[in-house]
């Protein structure tokens, strides 16, 4: 509500502008007192703290002349550098944002090998929604013509390089060891709009392409104007929450590609697939992932995964 309020400022009565700023002042706050939550095993908090960012960055990139402006900021940066956090982070005497690495962390989020768990399982939806709201917090310091601090890119492209590895044909992931989720609803393209932006990612460019033409073709297949649609049960976890999902993350892909621009040296993505060959082993999380053989057509890969809390073990 506070992003669509800033965008429509100019259009609004002194009343509700006086409205939304109590409001943004009061949620952004609330992360001044509150420590960056830490998890690894089964239950990582690193979308926790990715969501903690938006809030406080929001509120400081908005309203920049009020009194708590630089506290909230301050929030927004120690959320961010928590939430792709790893064992190193708490030795890593590498600046960022004036203050060693090694400063800012107070949490254990992610395995070396950047994996994550969540829901009891290695979860790519999770390791890719958490720098997605880090991307999402960046618009916020973009409107304002504000630099995106380094603190919001913390390991992103760690996260981005593992990711890869078991990216599908249509820009989804493969999950090594199953999902719980709706299948098929295309909802990372704010995501890789981020890294096809920002970052100037030309695999990133290939996928979100890839990706966002499929969610316009199931969207023509509901005829309804939903992205999901029926297919996800209307359970309060799901179906019409899965929707409104997908219109905020195609909104934010819209504010990336405003902001930062794309080029349009996207990699063909038969070129992408070959390189995604041989094999990742994850012991931290339970995962392995084969990329297609040089042989194969551009779709096939296999993933395996063990010792996870749903008691199976799956081949894709």
């Known amino acids: 509500m506070g992003l669509a309020a800033w965008l429509i400022w100019d259009e609004l009565t002194v009343e509700t502008r006086e409205s939304v700023e109590a409001m943004m002042a009061a949620e952004a706050s609330e992360f001044v007192e509150k420590n960056p939550y830490s998890g690894l095993e089964y239950d990582t908090m690193a979308e926790e703290n990715a969501w903690g960012t938006t809030s406080p960055a929001l509120a400081a990139n908005m309203f920049p002349d009020h009194e708590q402006s630089d506290a909230w ?89 593992l990711l890869q590895n078991i990216t599908t044909a249509t820009g989804e992931w493969a999950y090594p060891s199953g999902l719980d989720w709706s299948l098929h609803s295309y909802e990372n393209v704010s995501y890789l709009a981020w890294l096809a932006t920002y970052f100037d990612d030309p695999v990133a460019r290939t996928l979100e392409s890839r990706e ?25 976890s799901e179906g019409f929450y899965r929707d409104a999902v997908s219109a905020r993350r195609i909104g934010f892909a819209y504010l990336h590609h405003k ?37 194969s057509p551009p779709h096939r890969g296999s993933t395996t995964s063990w010792e996870t809390s749903l008691r199976r073990a799956s081949h894709i």
């Open 73 to 161: 900021r301050e929030a927004a940066l120690q959320h961010m550098m928590n939430s792709l956090s790893t064992a190193v982070d708490a030795k890593d005497d590498t600046v960022v944002d004036g203050r060693a690495v090694s400063e800012w962390i107070e949490s254990h989020n992610i395995h070396p090998d950047y994996t994550l768990e969540n829901h009891g399982f290695f979860h790519p939806d999770y390791a890719s929604v958490a720098p997605m709201y880090l991307g999402d917090s960046s618009v916020f310091f973009g409107l304002a013509s504000n630099p995106v601090p380094g603190a919001a890119t913390h390991h992103v492209f760690d996260m981005w390089e």
């Open 212 to 236: 966002i033409q499929y969610a316009a073709k199931r969207q023509r297949i509901n005829d309804n104007g939903r992205f999901v649609g029926d297919s996800a049960p209307d359970d309060g």
């Open 259 to 295: 902001l930062w621009g794309a080029d349009d040296d996207a990699v063909p993505y038969e070129d992408f697939a070959e390189r995604c060959t041989g094999r990742r082993n994850s012991p931290t999380s339970g995962s392995s992932f084969t990329g297609r053989p040089p042989s």
